[in-house]
């Protein structure tokens, strides 16, 4: 059974930095590219960032690159989205995304930006 579980979203600060995680179960989590996704209400599901299955090779929205890092550890069968710098039109709710052909969503974690 796959699982995705998004941990570490919250509240914090403008200019501020979190770090989400992504513990990935029931695939072959290293033959997977792995993403980062965002949506606030009303507005289609954003592509944040990308990460190949062995790590080598990374994609950022232009929105983010410079701010937010994606890595992962695929020991831990688990993929990282370190955030900094963070701005208030950072708020969203994030979900992780394991490409196909898992296809499969996490549940979301918020993160909100405000002072």
């Known amino acids: 059974q796959v699982q995705l579980v998004e941990l570490g979203g919250g509240l914090v600060q403008p200019g501020g930095s979190l770090r989400l995680s992504c513990a990935a179960s029931?695939?072959?989590?290293?033959?997977?590219?792995m993403n980062w996704y965002r949506q606030t209400p009303g507005k289609e599901r954003e592509l944040v960032a990308a990460i190949s299955s062995g790590g080598s090779i990374t994609n950022y929205a232009d929105s983010v690159k410079g701010r937010f890092t994606i890595s992962r550890d695929n020991a831990k069968n688990t993929v990282y989205l370190q955030m900094n710098s963070l701005k208030p039109e950072d708020t969203a709710v994030y979900y992780c995304?394991?490409?196909?052909?898992?296809?499969?969503w996490g549940q979301g974690t918020q993160v909100t930006v405000s002072s």
């Open positions: 995304y394991a490409r196909r052909p898992i296809d499969y």
């Open positions: 029931g695939f072959t989590f290293s033959s997977i590219t």
